[in-house]
């Protein structure tokens, strides 16, 4: 019997060491119960248990590789998940499944993976977000194109960063990372710049940054405000570019290496106020700026940027110069007031006005006639100072200085406390500060009360002589009114007596009554004597007058007297008189006769008793002319005749500017007369050629009819009409005769005007209570048109005349008007008003708009019948116009309608 079957396998070695590997089926014979034998198959197998082997190995690889990589798939950081897409029958993606989640995927999105594995999407997104998701993931589930995409959760406020891709069809995995403080940090770094942004552009001072080529990358708003250039043309230009027009402290250019971003650059030092000034071609001045600047170094240590700050100190810079200028202004003006005050007498004065004290100089208190203990030490002291009545005046013309409305010259008078009045002019500057506001005032006064009181003289004496100049002209005046001086020629006559004086010596001297000099002004040897001596003490004075008096009183024409005056001197006179009266003197001037000349000592004694200076008396003594008497009575004979032909020159030349004066009067009047004639003439004609034609046409008609009347042919009824058109008629003739009369009375200004005082308003309601009842007949509107402002207007006028302008006027507007409105108003003008009368009828071409105010002017005398008139209504309306003192005028289009206005001045 055969025995059991063994399998088993072996592994051998072969004598060079390598291993094999057999497997044997090996039966074991027995028999009678011994084993008998073996039979079997061995077979090398080496190869299919090396195969074996190699397989377990790559089991235990794979098991150790899936176990790492679930280690790693949760121990990753970034979250990861693995979904399928599940699409609708159209292949569009409808949804997602979530497959599976690592760690991160919880921690980050804050779930549990129990709860998502297995879902759809749907079941935890809100259908936009699905939508949302869908889009990226379907693409990428679909198209195996990887996609990176970023979210927010706003659950967690967090950030992420991911990328979908597609490991195999209609799958897709997501990892994604928690970007969180990134995205953060990226925000808050934007914001800072935004910030400092913000900061930089609305800085005050101006920045600038520029490159390591000088160039500029960046300017704030109030950098390209200081330098007057826009964004763009700044943007890129470079400090070496010498069209900046910088200028140095000295107002020299600046050369381009001091450009402060230059000197940064070259020295890589900070800048630290660094004054510069830039011309503005726009503004026309130099803007000054103080910088600073520094440089910003790569991290190689070369230079970057250059950052330059500025700021406009303008206005600092010129009120330093202002003040220089003003403190220059001040020694300057000091100076000039020390030297004209010196030589001009004048007061200087100087005001504080911020601490409001006043100085003066001595001359001032002399000028005030004040004193140093009742100084107020403000401006007071001027104040107080001044006349009552010219008080007000001085101090606005003050304040009009400070104002800066005019500059301060001015003249006042001032009253002292002893009463004395004098005429002061004052002058001053103002010193303000930069704002202009008045700091100082720094003036001068200086007396001028002589010249005032020598022009009030003058002033006086020209009215005096032109007032004369007007009686002796005047056909009434009486010459016996008129002074010699206005009657001679004093100017002729003293340059006569200029020569006579330097060919004989003597003296001509002409003293009207009132003992004024007229002829024998120029300085002589006489007038020494007298003026400097005799007239100039009252005792001596005295006697001089005495002397006078002896000489002339009563002397009749044609003769001359001599006489030996009290101060011991010889003086001759004869009278000069004009139409009968005896205006004045004609004298030699003081000598003494030849052989009779008093001795000095009588002259000394004078001298001592009047308390002259004897020396210069002695001296003009010695001056006085010595003649002899013949020689005198030969002089006074040419003097009497002188004096006989100064009269009747003067006298026939008074007559003759009488005669010519009234000549002219009467021609003038002559002149007028005429014209006024041929005026007369003129309306007169005008007057009767108008009425003829104007008066005919109604007559013919009253006596055509009136004849009619008694026409037995006729019915009683027709002559019933017949005397309804000759009572029209008539009424047409006395309303055209009145006008003619009117208006000729207007014409030849016969016409009373009776003034009184009456409210415009009233005028206007009148007139509307009489014209709108005729304008709504014809259906028009009649308007009343009061400036509310102006209700209680009144003016002063005749009513009644002004009532009958208005009744012309506003009877045209309504008879030339088929539709529309007539208004009537009136608006302010200076002194007075402007009445209106507008309608909206046919109006007036321009053409006509002069010669309708003519009488008997119509536009189109066919239209008289249809409209009515005789064309004398503007005509009586304008005269009575300029009557009451006004104009009137129109303005006008034909079909547009016409304003008539006329102006009534308040009185
Ligand atoms: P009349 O009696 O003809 O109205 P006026 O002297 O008052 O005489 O006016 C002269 C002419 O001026 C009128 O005939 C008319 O042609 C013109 N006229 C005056 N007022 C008006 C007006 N408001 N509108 C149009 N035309 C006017």
């Given at each position: ?184 940090a990226e925000k808050s770094l934007i914001e800072k710049e935004k910030e400092y942004r913000t900061l930089v552009e609305n800085l005050s001072a101006g920045l600038v940054v520029h490159d390591?080529?000088?160039?500029i990358t960046f300017a704030n708003i109030a950098a390209s405000q200081i330098l007057?250039l826009t964004d763009?043309?700044l943007t ?24 402060p971003a ?8 900070p800048l630290k ?16 700026v103080i910088c600073n600047g520094y440089p910003v ?7 970057n940027n250059v950052v330059i700050t500025f700021v406009d100190i ?594």
């Open positions: 019997m055969n025995g059991k079957l063994v399998d088993f396998v072996g592994e051998g070695k072969r004598k060079d060491g390598s291993t094999f590997w057999v497997s044997m089926n090996i039966r074991i014979m027995h028999q009678n119960g011994k084993v008998s034998g073996t039979e079997g198959i061995v077979r090398d197998i080496t190869e299919r248990k090396l195969a074996e082997k190699e397989i377990v190995w790559a089991k235990d690889q794979a098991e150790e590789s899936e176990r790492k990589y679930h280690e790693l798939f949760n121990e990753m950081i970034d979250g990861f998940a693995y979904h399928e897409i599940i699409l609708d029958n159209a292949g569009n993606p409808t949804d997602y499944i979530i497959l599976e989640v690592n760690k991160a995927y919880e921690k980050h999105l804050n779930v549990q993976g129990v709860n998502v594995v297995g879902q759809k999407a749907s079941t935890f997104l809100s259908d936009e977000e699905l939508q949302h998701w869908l889009e990226i993931f379907g693409a990428v589930a679909i198209s195996g194109q990887s996609s990176n995409y970023r979210m927010y959760s706003p659950k967690d406020q967090k950030y992420f960063e991911g990328k979908a891709y597609c490991p195999e069809k209609g799958k897709f995995a997501i990892t994604f990372s928690d970007v969180t403080e990134k995205e953060l390591a080529s000088s160039a007057g763009d043309q890129g230009r470079s400090a070496i570019d010498p069209t900046w027009n910088f200028r140095k402290e000295d107002l020299s250019i600046m050369p381009v290496a001091d450009y230059n000197i940064v650059l070259d020295t890589g030092e106020d660094y004054i510069l000034g830039i011309y503005r071609p726009d503004l026309g001045y130099i803007v000054w170094f790569d991290s190689s240590g070369k230079i303008t206005r600092r810079k010129n009120a330093e110069q202002e003040v220089i200028r003003a403190k220059g202004m001040i020694e300057e003006s000091e100076y000039r007031l020390k030297l004209a005050t010196a030589s001009g007498k004048l007061g200087i004065w100087d005001w504080n006005l911020v601490e409001n004290t006043m100085i003066w100089d001595e001359r001032m208190f002399e000028l005030y006639g004040t004193t140093h203990d009742t100084f107020p030490n403000n401006i007071d002291a001027w104040i107080n100072g001044l006349h009552p009545d010219d008080k007000q005046m001085a101090i606005d013309a003050c304040n009009a200085a400070l104002n800066g409305e005019k500059d301060f010259n001015t003249s006042f008078r001032v009253l002292h406390p002893d009463g004395k009045i004098l005429h002061l002019k004052a002058d001053g500057s103002i010193i303000r500060d930069i704002d202009g506001k008045p700091l100082r005032m720094i003036g001068i006064n200086k007396d001028i009360t002589e010249t005032k009181q020598a022009e009030e003289a003058l002033l006086e004496s020209e009215k005096r002589i032109q007032k004369k100049l007007n009686n002796l002209l005047s056909p009434e005046s009486d010459i016996s009114e008129l002074a010699l001086e206005d009657i001679i020629d004093t100017d002729v006559i003293q340059s006569l007596a200029e020569d006579f004086f330097r060919i004989t010596n003597i003296p001509i001297v002409i003293i009207d009554l009132e003992g004024k000099v007229l002829v024998g002004k120029s300085d002589s040897f006489w007038k020494d004597i007298c003026l400097k001596f005799h007239r100039a003490h009252p005792e001596t004075l005295a006697n001089c007058i005495e002397c006078d008096t002896v000489l002339t009183k009563g002397t009749p024409k044609g003769i001359f007297k001599s006489y030996l005056c009290k101060n011991n001197l010889w003086d001759n006179a004869t009278p000069i008189i004009i139409g009968g009266r005896h205006l004045g003197n004609l004298f030699t001037g003081q000598f003494f006769y030849e052989g009779e000349k008093p001795d000095d000592e009588i002259f000394r004694e004078q001298a001592v008793r009047y308390g002259f200076d004897e020396k210069s008396y002695m001296e003009a003594v010695g001056r006085v002319p010595i003649y002899s008497r013949e020689f005198i009575n030969n002089v006074m004979a040419f003097f009497i005749k002188l004096s006989n032909m100064i009269s009747s020159l003067s006298h026939t030349n008074i007559v003759l500017a009488k005669v010519l004066e009234q000549h002219k009067q009467t021609e003038k009047e002559l002149i007028k007369a005429k014209e006024r004639a041929e005026e007369g003439d003129r309306l007169k004609s005008a007057f009767l050629a108008n009425m003829s034609h104007e008066i005919r046409t109604p007559l013919n008609s009253i006596i055509g009819f009136s004849e009619l009347l008694n026409d037995p042919d006729y019915e009683p009824e027709q002559k019933t009409e017949f005397t309804k058109t000759i009572a029209q008629n008539g009424t047409n003739l006395l309303v055209i005769i009145n006008d003619i009369m009117d208006l000729s009375m207007l014409e030849a200004r016969q016409v009373k005007i009776r003034k009184e005082q009456f409210a415009v308003k009233g005028l206007l309601s009148d007139l509307e209570n009489e014209f709108s009842t005729k304008a709504h007949k014809k259906e028009l509107k009649f308007i009343v048109n009061i400036p509310a402002t102006l209700e209680n207007k009144t003016i002063e006028s005749d009513y009644y005349r002004l009532r009958q302008v208005f009744n012309n006027l506003i009877g045209n507007s309504i008879k030339f008007t088929n539709k529309g409105v007539i208004e009537i108003g009136f608006l302010p003008i200076d002194k007075g008003v402007e009445f209106y009368i507008k309608d909206t009828g046919i109006g007036i071409a321009s053409e006509f708009h002069e010669e309708i105010f003519e009488r008997f002017r119509q536009v189109d005398e066919t239209r008289t019948r249809k409209y009515g008139g005789n064309g004398l209504g503007l005509s009586i309306s304008k005269n009575l116009v300029e009557v009451l003192g006004g104009k009137i005028r129109i303005e006008s289009e034909p079909g547009k309608g016409s304003i008539f206005y006329f102006t009534i001045s308040d009185n």
